[in-house]
């Protein structure tokens, strides 16, 4: 067994759309970024990929290429999902957490959930999500960014 860890933080703007864990949230703000930004995704890909040791997901993914210019997040989970296997590795689960201040995540983890479990072909008991705020500290509490960490566990077949 191995175990990988992923972080990944993406500003916040007024007028972007905001994609967490592979669903669109309906709120004032959206995360910046090459693709569409998707912190929650982009944090289990790097804990998926830190596992097996294969680098980050800027190695596979560059943001300076523009193939991968507003792409969504979930076909690079997907690939990098396939790397993994590739690499002789199983998927055993997956452990993160958001930290936002808005819009309440609560409501939207049971379907992140089923939507990351399709993607990485895992069950849905598999993905745990959890969500907290800064409680008004730092830019995540001032609502400038959004950031997520993640931990995954990958087993050799």
Same mark, same amino acid.
């Given at each position: 067994?191995?175990?990988? /860890? ?7 703007? %007024?007028?972007? #759309? ?6 669109? +949230?309906?709120? *004032? ?15 289990? $890909? ?7 040791? +294969?680098?980050?997901?800027? /190695?596979? /993914?560059?943001? %300076? ?15 990098? $999902? ?10 055993? &689960?997956?452990?993160? *957490?958001?930290? +936002? ?9 049971? #379907? ?20 907290? %705020? ?7 509490? %001032?609502?400038?960014?959004? &950031? ?10």
């Amino acid at each position: 067994m191995r175990i990988g /860890f992923g972080y990944d933080v993406h500003q916040l703007q %007024t007028g972007k #759309e905001l994609w967490l864990g592979g669903i669109k +949230l309906s709120h *004032t703000k959206g995360a910046l970024g090459h693709s569409d930004a998707d912190v929650l995704i982009h944090a289990i $890909c790097d804990a998926l990929l830190g596992a097996a040791n +294969l680098r980050d997901i800027g /190695f596979h /993914f560059s943001n %300076t290429d523009p193939k991968y210019k507003g792409i969504d997040s979930k076909v690079l989970l997907r690939e990098v $999902c396939l790397l993994i296997r590739n690499a002789g590795y199983e998927i055993g &689960n997956i452990d993160a *957490t958001l930290a +936002l201040e808005a819009p309440k995540i609560n409501p939207h983890i049971p #379907e992140m959930q089923r939507v990351l479990a399709e993607v990485m072909a895992v069950p849905v008991d598999d993905i745990s999500i959890k969500a907290t %705020t800064n409680e008004g500290l730092g830019y995540v509490g %001032t609502e400038h960014g959004v &950031n997520a960490y993640a931990v995954a566990l990958i087993e050799r077949k």
